[in-house]
């Protein structure tokens, strides 16, 4: 069995390095009380599984020395004296809670190559005036050099006739595009995708009657004497004087047998016949729900389409039982308002999602977007009694982004047509875009640029000119020009003589052509 | 999304009357390797950062922490007293409990002392070992199956609170009010740094991932499921050591292994050299977990826009908008 003991700050990448390396598959670990590590069961639990993976079987051990000298490196040496093994690995110490300080290590730093140069130097510069008075010199040559070759600039602004430039083109942006297409005055559209899921309640606000029918038993009268009448199940009988209108089914179905008939001599010797109604009992409910079902004792009805005078029924009993009482439900506009309200807060997290996406020159197509919900799960259906109800949904945004260089390049090749022989669009001109209008798969932008055609300037031939010229030279060689109005050259920093001159160094010089002023 | 609901639910620790003139406040974040402080302006959206400062933790807390103060004063010397400090300690130990409530009185609305009494009692009734309790909060509301934003003023017969709590040995949050102490501070609050995190996470409209922050020795693991924290663990392995640390996140994610839904989403945030610890983690979870397909991977101060260690000070100062 080996046993490794490792330091108070030793850390468990390290314990972890040095296990790998061990040959032996038992091992005793020596952790000293005090180490951050034991204050997480979790890294415990790290040394043991890896442990078990390399195929070695771990033992912890309290190390009970926790001296600032206990050396980093684990002493790899087997130990006579080794702790108990059957300390079990869980039952970690109680530990002190002082914060564990790391050490602050002093650094002593040997002097550097450019100390050890300059020292040299020092020491050759006091052995030798000569060198230098010789040394400055040159130094000061070579940085006047320096200075005149890197630093004076030249800034040319040429004032050249121009002509208002107002143009407006209406451009197809599409993903159906791949390429801009100046002829047919398209560009493509980059659709981006994202998908967001979020909940949220409402109050509902359906209203609905829920209750009870009312129900009782009533008698079929069949004054027909000579058949008798069949009612299926369902037949609807309706009441008649104060409840009119009320409906009630049968129950079941019913049979009344046919009336029969007397006849008598009355006290003024007429005949008197009398007819004696078949009867039968059934069971009634009433269609709808409510207490105005209720029926008293006495209340006739209309059976089914027969004539009241051939049969009818009457409630000997009344009817009782109807209840009703209004309750808040779930309507499909609570689902539709909640289900936007989701939609809307969904596309908006998107947009913003998408806005931190875009490369630049992209723009977003704000209001232009294709959702589709991936599931819709609603806590309650509609017409359900709640007084809140939820929905969770998972959409799939695709917003779409065109590029504005693209906009611009169609813009330009536009304008040409409109920019007279000899001129050219002068640069910094005002380009706006707006959406006009967006359809399926496709949008309608508006661009428009406003500025100024000025006369063409070959300015690779003007600066070549001009370089190196004296301020004098230069201003004569730009007289002469019949293509420029006028001029005005700022020479930075401002130098005395003959050394205020336009700069030899290309990069130095800049010349902008910008409109005469009217 | 977490409910933003009044201080007393946000911690035990009751703000002082003192330092109530103002709305400006710090926020400090002690994790292992490193001190970061905040001074935050409340302003009527939300807390607006002013200056910030951090340092590594090579000396002594007390020393880095006047340290830090010292330098922040530097940036901007009208402090504020009131302070919250955001620990990540791995000896925090946490539980978020679905508490049920029967409400006979369903036609009643819902106060806050129904709320207060519920944190109270799943606080209470947890075995933390002889921690003490220095943070709870309601994560989530479920009344009569829906899910509300805030369960104040609503009315209903079944309430389910998800509750968070934070425990923590006295000895310790003894040290770090002390650490406000001695630099003279109001000390509002402590809270568990994650728990932050995790809101700042769940704010933004996601509400599953694992969140992970790695510093150069130390990684702590969130994982989120269904906008409740579902667990945190902590491990001293870090990015100075890639190959040892996935064996690191193997081992914490085992914990996890018998929970049904396991989110794709794997959200870094205040860590270095992501890409590395990315390619570690894939080839981790795609070996070691068949329940975690098509995973997703993110920076949340990218998402968020904030600075490298800017999103635990933001996702603190929150909390000092129930001050």
């Known amino acids: 069995m080996k046993t490794l003991e490792f330091g108070i700050g030793t850390s468990l990448a390290k314990i972890l390095s040095t296990l790998k390396g061990v040959e032996d598959n038992d091992i005793t670990v020596i952790i000293p009380r005090e180490s951050p590590l034991l204050e997480n069961p979790l890294n415990i639990k790290i040394l043991e599984k890896s442990a078990s993976d390399l195929g070695k079987s771990l033992v912890f051990a309290e190390g009970v020395r926790s001296s600032p000298n206990v050396e980093e490196e684990p002493n790899l040496e087997p130990k006579t004296a080794i702790p108990s093994p059957s300390v079990p690995t869980n039952s970690l110490p109680t530990h002190s809670f002082e914060e564990p300080s790391s050490n602050v290590t002093n650094f002593n730093i040997a002097p550097s190559f450019v100390d050890r140069l300059l020292r040299f130097l020092a020491k050759k510069v006091r052995h030798s005036g000569i060198f230098l008075i010789g040394g400055v010199a040159l130094l000061f040559l070579l940085g006047g050099y320096l200075f005149l070759e890197n630093v004076p600039t030249a800034a040319i602004n040429l004032y050249l006739d121009n002509q208002e430039l107002i143009k407006e083109i209406t451009v197809t942006g599409s993903p159906l595009v791949s390429e801009p297409d100046p002829l047919k005055k398209e560009i493509p559209l980059t659709p981006l995708t994202a998908t967001k899921s979020s909940s949220d309640s409402a109050k509902t606000t359906g209203k609905k009657t829920v209750g009870t029918s009312a129900t009782g038993t009533v008698t079929l009268r069949n004054y027909n004497t000579v058949t008798a009448k069949t009612f299926p199940k369902g037949t609807v009988i309706k009441a008649t004087d104060a409840l009119e209108g009320a409906k009630y089914i049968l129950d079941q179905v019913v049979t009344v047998p046919q009336g029969s008939t007397s006849s008598h001599i009355d006290s003024s010797g007429k005949k008197i016949n009398e007819t004696d109604p078949g009867r039968k009992d059934a069971t009634v409910t009433s269609v709808e729900v409510g207490t105005k079902y209720n029926a008293s004792s006495g209340q006739t009805f209309v059976v089914g389409t027969e004539g009241f005078e051939n049969v009818n029924a009457v409630a000997s009993a009344g009817l009782s039982g109807g209840t009703s009482k209004e309750v808040t439900v779930v309507s499909e506009t609570d689902v539709k308002n909640l289900t936007e309200k989701l939609t809307k807060q969904l596309v908006g997290n998107v947009n913003q999602e998408f806005g931190g996406k875009l490369s630049q020159g992209q723009k977003l197509v704000e209001g232009f977007s294709d959702t589709k919900v991936l599931q819709k799960d609603l806590t309650h259906q509609v017409g359900d009694e709640a007084e809140l109800f939820g929905i969770d949904m998972e959409l799939s945004v695709t917003g779409y982004a065109y590029n504005s260089s693209e906009l611009e390049t169609l813009l330009y090749i536009a304008v040409e047509s409109s920019v007279p022989e000899g001129y050219e669009v002068a640069q910094g001109a005002a380009i706006t875009s707006e959406v006009l209008k967006t359809e399926n798969k496709s949008i309608t932008l508006l661009a428009k640029l406003n500025g100024y055609a000025i006369t063409k300037v070959d300015r690779e031939n003007l600066m070549s000119s001009l370089k190196g010229k004296s301020l004098d030279q230069a201003e004569n060689f730009l007289r002469s020009q019949s293509n420029i109005a006028g001029f005005e050259i700022i020479l930075s920093p401002s130098l005395p003589g003959f050394l205020n001159k336009i700069p030899t160094n290309g990069s130095k010089i800049k010349i902008e052509a910008v409109k005469k002023s009217d | ?323």
């Open chain 2, 1 to 323: 999304m977490l409910l933003k609901l009044p201080s007393f639910f946000s911690s035990k620790k009751q703000p002082s009357q003192e330092s109530k003139t103002s709305d400006d406040f710090l926020v400090a974040e002690i994790n292992q390797e490193k001190i970061s402080l905040g001074f935050f302006t409340d302003q009527d959206t939300k807390p607006a950062l002013v200056a910030s400062v951090t340092e590594d933790r090579k000396a002594d807390l007390f020393v880095v922490f006047n340290s830090s103060l010292g330098a922040l004063a530097e940036k901007n010397p009208n402090l504020p007293n009131r302070a919250i400090i955001g620990i990540n300690d791995p000896k925090i130990e946490t539980m978020t409990t679905i508490a049920r409530l029967n409400r006979e009185k369903m036609h009643e609305e819902m106060t806050s002392e129904d709320i207060e009494r519920v944190l109270t009692q799943v606080g209470e009734d947890y075995n933390a070992h002889g921690k003490q309790l220095f943070f709870s909060s309601v994560t989530s509301a479920v009344l009569d199956g829906v899910r509300i934003g805030n369960p104040i003023g609503a009315r209903g017969s079944v309430l389910e609170l998800g509750c968070f709590n934070a425990y923590l040995e006295k000895e310790k949050l003894d040290l770090y009010e002390k650490v406000a102490q001695e630099a003279k501070l109001d000390l509002e609050k402590i809270v568990p740094l994650e728990y932050c995190i995790v809101r700042a996470f769940l704010d933004s409209g996601t509400k599953d991932g694992i969140l992970l922050r790695i510093l150069k020795d130390f990684t702590t693991l969130s994982f989120v499921e269904e906008s409740n924290i579902v667990g945190v663990k902590t491990f001293s392995l870090g990015s100075s050591e890639p190959d040892f640390w996935g064996e690191g996140l193997k081992i914490a994610l085992q914990d996890f292994s018998q929970h049904p839904r396991w989110p794709t989403l794997v959200s870094f945030y205040d860590t270095e050299n992501q890409a590395v610890l990315e390619k570690v983690a894939k080839e981790t979870l795609e070996k070691n977990f068949a329940n975690l397909k098509e995973v997703r991977f993110e920076n949340l101060n990218t998402r968020l826009g904030f600075a490298q260690f800017e999103a635990s000070l933001y996702a603190l100062s929150v909390e000092g908008e129930t001050l």
